[in-house]
């Protein structure tokens, strides 16, 4: 039996960027749970005046753009480049609502005085948020530059490595969203 | 001669990486920094207690800071390379390489001013020092675009033999989205995103050090990919085109 050969998707190179992003994200939970260790019952306190169904609200969108970013890579491969787009739309749609629903969120944040000075736990949720945030508008850039590539008769190899690596960093905007989620919304 | 030269260009970048942080950290002990949240009589006994050695560690900077020029001017020749021609993203490469030791040379100005008179009233000490930090940590933009013209360029490159690797490409955009956070420090005095924070200063210096070595590594490959082009071309008999 002959093993077909393991594939990686995107280039590798993309996959520097992937973990380099992910690593020091993971610096960032670090240095979140070190502060929350400082002062647990603050953490705790502040933590209930999140609003959950916003943040499961946001959650579940991003777990359907992903889904749907799958669906349409699998579709240009197959070059249905109406369904590819269709669903490249649909992920789109879904990022709008996420960064919406955060602005939502800020301003009721905000306007309730829940202000990043206030103490340590809302300047970590802003800044983590934010910094979060900013990785899915360029993620909406990336779903925009997919679907020009969507409308392309054939694509060469490279060319479909790139959409598989923006669709993978798509994948990391949503998988470093649930992590954040947890540990700022649930995490006790 | 010329391989020789361009190589050295390279190793000099780094070098200055090297003079940089024992300047800074070894001979002015501006870093760690200090922090924003400090008043200004705080601030000012900082600048009169290690007056001296602030003060040699940053005119050694602005003597030496130009020194990160020829890595710069690699740098614009490898894009110019790339694009063919002199357009318009190796002359903003070549543009925004001029402000590059500025960073450092205009906050070194500045953070020796502060440390000049240490007898003068303790807020213009401290209105100097915020200016220092402001243009050290602050001042990423100009870096960050010059960092996203390479990769772009890196990334459009359909030559045969491309000057630089493909995964350059992606190395460098993390750079970039890494160094975006330092231009919030002007918005805190505390936490992870003031001039002293984790997210705008730590990690922003360290894939700075990082990125200023594996981008010397790469622009020495990327000389000897042009020469072995001009040997075959002179094989060849061929014109070279006019750098």
């Known amino acids: 039996m002959?093993?077909?050969?393991?594939?990686?998707?995107?280039?590798?190179?993309?996959?520097?960027?992937?973990?380099?992003?992910?690593?020091v994200f993971g610096v960032f939970f670090a240095t979140f749970m070190y502060q929350r260790a400082q002062a647990p019952e603050l953490f705790d306190a502040s933590r209930?005046?999140?609003?959950?169904?916003?943040?499961?609200?946001?959650?579940?969108v991003l777990l359907t753009s992903s889904l749907l970013v799958v669906t349409a890579v699998r579709a240009i491969r197959l070059s249905q480049r109406g369904a590819a787009q269709l669903m490249?739309?649909?992920?789109?749609?879904?990022?709008?609502?996420?960064?919406?629903?955060?602005?939502?969120?800020?301003?009721?944040?905000?306007?309730?005085?829940?202000?990043p000075t206030q103490n340590n736990f809302y300047l970590y949720f802003f800044i983590l948020t934010g910094l979060h945030l900013f990785h899915v508008l360029i993620g909406v850039g990336v779903l925009i530059l997919l679907m020009t590539q969507a409308r392309r008769r054939n694509l060469t190899a490279t060319r479909m490595a790139v959409v598989e690596g923006g669709g993978c960093f798509w994948h990391l905007v949503d998988l470093l969203w649930i992590v954040l989620f947890a540990l700022l919304y649930l995490v006790s | 001669m010329h391989v020789t030269i361009e190589k050295a260009a390279a190793w000099l970048g780094v070098a200055m990486l090297g003079g940089f942080l024992v300047m800074f950290w070894f001979i002015a002990g501006l870093i760690p920094p200090m922090s924003p949240a400090l008043t200004a009589e705080q601030t000012a006994r900082i600048y009169s207690d290690h007056g001296l050695r602030i003060r040699i560690g940053l005119a050694l900077m602005l003597?030496?800071?130009?020194?990160?020029?020829?890595?710069?001017?690699?740098?614009?020749?490898?894009?110019?390379?790339?694009?063919?021609?002199?357009?318009v993203m190796s002359l903003t490469q070549v543009m925004l390489s001029v402000t590059f030791?500025?960073?450092?040379?205009v906050c070194a100005v500045f953070g020796v001013a502060a440390a000049y008179r240490p007898e003068r009233n303790p807020d213009v000490t401290q209105a100097l020092s915020d200016l220092f930090w402001f243009?050290?940590?602050?001042?990423?933009?100009?870096?960050?675009?010059?960092?996203?013209?390479?990769?772009?360029?890196?990334?459009i490159d359909r030559r045969q033999v491309p000057s630089f690797p493909r995964w350059f490409v992606y190395f460098n955009i993390w750079y970039a989205m890494l160094g975006v956070p330092g231009c919030a420090i002007y918005l805190f005095k505390t936490g992870p995103l003031a001039w002293n924070g984790m997210f705008a200063f730590w990690i922003p210096l360290t894939?700075?050090?990082?990125?200023?070595?594996?981008?010397?590594?790469?622009?020495?490959?990327?000389?000897?990919?042009?020469?072995?082009?001009?040997?075959?071309?002179?094989?060849?008999?061929?014109?070279?085109p006019a750098a």
């Open chain 2, 135 to 155: 243009i050290f940590v602050g001042l990423v933009g100009p870096l960050i675009m010059q960092v996203i013209i390479l990769a772009f360029c890196v990334f």
């Open chain 1, 2 to 23: 002959i093993r077909p050969a393991p594939h990686v998707p995107g280039e590798p190179g993309v996959w520097i960027f992937l973990f380099g992003d992910m690593v």
């Open chain 1, 48 to 60: 209930h005046t999140l609003n959950i169904a916003i943040g499961l609200t946001n959650t579940l």
């Open chain 2, 63 to 87: 003597l030496f800071c130009w020194l990160f020029t020829p890595f710069l001017a690699l740098l614009s020749r490898q894009v110019r390379r790339i694009e063919g021609y002199w357009g």
């Open chain 2, 207 to 240: 894939v700075f050090g990082i990125w200023m070595i594996v981008t010397a590594i790469m622009l020495t490959r990327a000389v000897d990919v042009e020469a072995a082009e001009r040997k075959a071309r002179a094989a060849n008999r061929e014109w070279e």
């Open chain 1, 88 to 115: 490249l739309a649909g992920a789109l749609v879904c990022g709008l609502i996420f960064i919406g629903l955060k602005a939502v969120e800020y301003t009721g944040k905000v306007t309730a005085g829940h202000v």
């Open chain 2, 101 to 105: 030791p500025f960073g450092f040379a």
